[in-house]
C-alpha cells in the first residue's frame, strides 16, 4: 500500500525532469540557439527601422496639414511634378556612376595592396581606410573648400595649365560631377577593404593551375578571380547602392540640391520638401521611391547570389 501511495509523488516528480530535459535539448539546437543570438538585433531592426518605415507610410496618405486622410494623392500631385522626375533622374545617375567607379577603383586598389610584401600591405591599408573612417560631413567641407569659386586649389592648380577656373558647385554638370566625385573618394575604401579580404581567399593553387596551362593575367583575372569574388561583389554592390542611394550628408553640405535642383537627390528633396517646406507627408512620399527601386535591385542580386550558392 505504501508502494501504491508513493507511486504518483514519483510520476509528479518525473514530469518536471523531463520539462528539463525537453528544455535543454531545445537550447542545445544551433537554430534556436542563432535565434536567441540574434533577437536583440530583430528587435532593435523593429525599432528602428521597421516601425519608421509603416509610419512613414501612414504619413504619405495624409494632407499637409496631418489631419485629413487623403490615400494616394501625394503620390499623384508629385507624378505631375517635373521636379521629381529630375530627382529620379539624377538619384540613379548619382547612385549607378558612383558605385560602377568605387567597386573598380576598389578593384584595381584591392589588386596593387594584395600584391605588396605582407610587412608594408598594414601601411597601406590604414592610409587607404583613411577617407571612409572620417565622419562623410567633415570630409566634405574639406572638399568644399576645394570647389570654393574663390579660393579653389583646384582653379588654382588648374591656372597654371592655362585652363580658366571651373565652377565647381554653379553649373549643373560640374556640381553632379563634384558629388559623384566626392561619394567615390568616401566610398571606395570599403570595396577595396572588401575585395582585398576577398582576394586573400582565393587559394594559390588556382593561380599556379591556370599559369600551368598558359594563362595571361587577364584570362587569370576573368576566369579566376572574378568567379571566386562574385558573391561578395554582388553583396558589396547591394550595400553600396543601398547607401549610396539614401545618401544625404555630401549633397546637402556640397551643393544643397543646387543649381536650380539639379543635383537634388530623394535624401535631399525629401529634407527639402518636407522639413523645410513643412509638409511632411509630401516629403515621406518622396523617401519612398526609394523602397522600390533598391527592392528590385536587391531581388535581382539576391537571387543571382543563391542561384551560384546552389550550384556550388
Known amino acids: 500500500m505504501a508502494d501504491v501511495a508513493l507511486q504518483p509523488n514519483k510520476v509528479?516528480?518525473?514530469?518536471?525532469?523531463?520539462?528539463?530535459?525537453?528544455?535543454?535539448?531545445?537550447?542545445?539546437?544551433?537554430?534556436?540557439?542563432?535565434?536567441?543570438?540574434?533577437?536583440?538585433?530583430?528587435?532593435?531592426?523593429?525599432?528602428?527601422?521597421?516601425?519608421?518605415?509603416?509610419?512613414?507610410?501612414?504619413?504619405?496618405?495624409?494632407?499637409?496639414?496631418m489631419q485629413r486622410f487623403v490615400g494616394l494623392g501625394n503620390f499623384e500631385f508629385l507624378f505631375k511634378r517635373e521636379t521629381f522626375w529630375l530627382v529620379v533622374k539624377q538619384s540613379c545617375i548619382f547612385a549607378i556612376t558612383a558605385v560602377i567607379f568605387k567597386a573598380l577603383l576598389g578593384f584595381i586598389i584591392a589588386h596593387f595592396v594584395h600584391n605588396i610584401p605582407a610587412k608594408g600591405q598594414r601601411k597601406w591599408r590604414g592610409m587607404l581606410l583613411v577617407p571612409w573612417v572620417i565622419p562623410p560631413a567633415m570630409s566634405t567641407l574639406a572638399w568644399l573648400w576645394l570647389f570654393d569659386p574663390s579660393y579653389s586649389a583646384f582653379n588654382y592648380t588648374l591656372s597654371f595649365f592655362g585652363i580658366g577656373p571651373i565652377p565647381w558647385t554653379g553649373d549643373a554638370m560640374w556640381a553632379r560631377f563634384s558629388v559623384i566625385l566626392v561619394n567615390i573618394w568616401v566610398g571606395a575604401p570599403f570595396f577595396m577593404i572588401m575585395y582585398l579580404a576577398a582576394l586573400k581567399s582565393v587559394p594559390e593553387q588556382l593561380y599556379e593551375a591556370a599559369a600551368i596551362d598558359g594563362a595571361n593575367w587577364w584570362q587569370r583575372l576573368w576566369y579566376v578571380t572574378l568567379p571566386m569574388m562574385r558573391n561578395i561583389i554582388a553583396i558589396t554592390t547591394l550595400f553600396s547602392l543601398i547607401v549610396t542611394f539614401a545618401?544625404?550628408?555630401?549633397?546637402?553640405?556640397?551643393?544643397?540640391?543646387?543649381?536650380?535642383?539639379?543635383?537634388?537627390?530623394?535624401?535631399?528633396?525629401?529634407?527639402?520638401?518636407?522639413?523645410?517646406?513643412?509638409?511632411i507627408p509630401l516629403g515621406a512620399s518622396v523617401s519612398l521611391f526609394m523602397l522600390p527601386i533598391l527592392a528590385i535591385a536587391a531581388v535581382f542580386i539576391l537571387r543571382d547570389v543563391n542561384k551560384r550558392g546552389n550550384e556550388a
Open 12 to 65: 509528479g516528480a518525473t514530469q518536471p525532469a523531463r520539462k528539463r530535459s525537453s528544455l535543454h535539448k531545445a537550447l542545445k539546437r544551433k537554430s534556436t540557439a542563432a535565434f536567441l543570438m540574434t533577437l536583440p538585433l530583430i528587435l532593435l531592426i523593429a525599432i528602428l527601422v521597421i516601425y519608421p518605415a509603416f509610419y512613414s507610410l501612414h504619413l504619405a496618405s495624409l494632407n499637409k496639414s
Open 247 to 279: 545618401n544625404f550628408d555630401i549633397v546637402r553640405i556640397l551643393t544643397a540640391g543646387g543649381p536650380l535642383d539639379h543635383t537634388h537627390i530623394f535624401a535631399t528633396w525629401a529634407f527639402r520638401i518636407g522639413i523645410e517646406g513643412s509638409d
